[in-house]
């Protein structure tokens, strides 16, 4: 098994370039621990399972768990409204609860989908006054509950209401009430000040090769992405949670609940947890993304398994590789794919320009026969129907277009296992 896992991680990483930290546990047994590739390209320093790496969106969990922390101390429940202890908030005349900004669900616009965000404040050490007036008088996108829509906003707003009620920063509540207790001594809050040991350095990758991420103050990512941890501490965190030692039972099916939307269906998200079954495996998971890092927890909670990745590279196919030594781990076998010709008016008809809520944009593009997407994601797009298309170079992803008018399909949703699914709408054709 480990033999098998070192070919899938090594296929992957050039052993110069940046690389990646690898836990895998079965039945709370570590049965591969390592890391591959360097943690540092100028000082030659190769990556272990004690490097730290900013976790970004992974720190959503961690900010759930504060929640209900929070709740079980008797300061706040999750169905409250947020007026309650963010009274000055402007809610638009709704009511926004906790719950809504824990599941994505309040109708919040995100602040990272602002029109260039990192351009215009990455760098910048923004107060929570400062970061918080950049969306709270934005119209709400939709009615709360009515929909999901990934929303950093909704977890800053998390961080800001544990900080009132704890009288502690967000990182500070972190460290003393999750952090210390479960022996989790390498997690940080990721300050770029602080002097951090085996901190790995971030990376993205250009025509030219590798150059240093862009900075970014860790003071916008917050309570939606701003701590930093190791392999070694997240199998941890995730033996303290299979253990019931910070989270009771009942908590974590709380955690683990898909979110029950206005409309009656269901969302495949609950309190800081993917919640989706993966060839019939029920998974509960959480990636991230930020300047110079790509990672990924996920948790098989019927096979008691769980395969962590951390990699220093902006980008990466982080849930690509965690399908890969998943499939490996609980004998997955994933369906081939095979495409179908379709007629070039066909492929005209699901071209063009699309923006998604998240912030980016693609263009969906048609060479003769060929179909590709540029931008935001790129991929070579291979037709199941007129309607439905998988990436050539990872068959499991999958593009669908609906809403079709005289100029063609309005509407695109890109779905990444055991990711998301991001929805746009066509803004021209191209």
């Known amino acids: 098994m480990i033999t098998e896992i070192d070919e899938i991680i090594q296929a992957q990483f050039d052993e110069q370039g940046p690389g990646v930290a690898v836990a895998v546990v079965r039945y709370g047994e570590v049965i591969h621990r390592n890391g591959y590739g360097l943690a540092n390209l100028e000082w030659n320093c190769a990556i272990a399972p004690d490097t730290v790496f900013r976790l970004a969106s992974i720190t959503k969990p961690f900010t759930a768990a504060a929640i209900l922390?929070?709740?079980?101390?008797?300061?706040?429940?999750?169905?409250?409204?947020?007026?309650?202890?963010?009274?000055?908030?402007?809610?638009?005349?709704?009511?926004?609860?906790?719950?809504?900004?824990?599941?994505?669900?309040?109708?919040?616009?995100?602040?990272?989908?602002?029109?260039?965000?990192?351009?215009?404040?990455g760098r910048?050490?923004?107060?929570?006054?400062?970061?918080?007036?950049?969306?709270?008088?934005?119209?709400?996108?939709?009615?709360?509950?009515?929909?999901?829509?990934?929303?950093?906003s909704g977890?800053?707003?998390?961080?800001?209401?544990?900080?009132?009620?704890?009288?502690?920063?967000?990182?500070?509540?972190?460290?003393?009430?999750?952090?210390?207790?479960?022996?989790?001594?390498?997690?940080?809050?990721?300050?770029?000040?602080?002097?951090?040991?085996?901190?790995?350095?971030?990376?993205?990758?250009?025509?030219?090769?590798?150059?240093?991420?862009?900075?970014i103050s860790m003071k916008p990512p917050?309570?939606?992405g701003s701590l930093g941890s190791t392999i070694?501490?997240?199998?941890?965190?995730?033996?303290?949670?299979?253990?019931?030692?910070?989270?009771?039972?009942?908590?974590?099916?709380?955690?683990?609940?898909?979110?029950?939307?206005?409309?009656?269906?269901?969302?495949?998200?609950?309190?800081?947890?993917?919640?989706?079954?993966?060839?019939?495996?029920?998974?509960?998971?959480?990636?991230?993304?930020?300047?110079?890092?790509?990672?990924?927890?996920?948790?098989?909670?019927?096979?008691?398994?769980?395969?962590?990745?951390?990699?220093?590279?902006?980008?990466?196919?982080?849930?690509?590789?965690?399908?890969l030594i998943s499939c490996q781990v609980l004998g997955i076998s994933v369906p081939a794919r095979e495409a179908v010709s379709l007629d070039e008016a066909l492929l005209d008809?699901?071209?063009?320009?699309?923006?998604?809520s998240q912030g980016f944009t693609v263009d969906v593009v048609r060479d003769g026969e060929k179909l590709s997407m540029q931008g935001g994601i790129s991929l070579e797009l291979m037709p199941l129907s007129e309607t439905t298309f998988y990436a050539s170079s990872d068959e499991e992803l999958e593009v669908h277009f609906s809403d079709l008018d005289e100029e063609g399909y309005k509407t695109i949703s890109i779905q990444i296992p055991l990711i998301s699914a991001f929805l746009g709408t066509r803004t021209q054709q191209v």
């Open 124 to 152: 910048n050490d923004l107060s929570h006054e400062e970061l918080i007036a950049l969306f709270k008088d934005v119209p709400l996108e939709f009615e709360p509950g009515e929909r999901f829509n990934y929303c950093n």
């Open 222 to 224: 917050y309570a939606a």
């Open 349 to 356: 008809k699901v071209s063009g320009a699309y923006t998604f």
């Open 69 to 121: 922390l929070l709740e079980k101390q008797g300061k706040l429940k999750v169905d409250d409204p947020i007026t309650e202890y963010l009274p000055d908030y402007p809610t638009q005349g709704r009511t926004i609860s906790i719950a809504h900004l824990l599941t994505h669900t309040s109708g919040i616009k995100s602040y990272t989908g602002l029109e260039d965000f990192f351009e215009k404040y």
């Open 155 to 215: 977890y800053y707003l998390l961080g800001v209401i544990i900080e009132k009620l704890s009288a502690m920063s967000y990182g500070e509540f972190v460290r003393e009430h999750i952090f210390k207790p479960l022996e989790m001594e390498h997690s940080y809050y990721m300050d770029n000040e602080a002097i951090i040991p085996h901190r790995a350095s971030g990376y993205r990758k250009t025509d030219q090769g590798y150059q240093h991420a862009a900075y």
């Open 232 to 323: 070694e501490d997240l199998v941890r965190w995730d033996a303290a949670l299979r253990e019931e030692r910070l989270l009771d039972k009942d908590t974590q099916e709380r955690m683990y609940t898909p979110t029950k939307l206005t409309n009656g269906e269901t969302s495949e998200y609950g309190f800081g947890w993917g919640i989706s079954n993966y060839h019939g495996h029920k998974l509960v998971s959480h990636s991230g993304g930020i300047h110079g890092f790509s990672t990924f927890l996920a948790r098989f909670l019927d096979d008691a398994t769980t395969v962590i990745v951390l990699v220093n590279q902006e980008g990466f196919e982080v849930g690509k590789l965690i399908r």
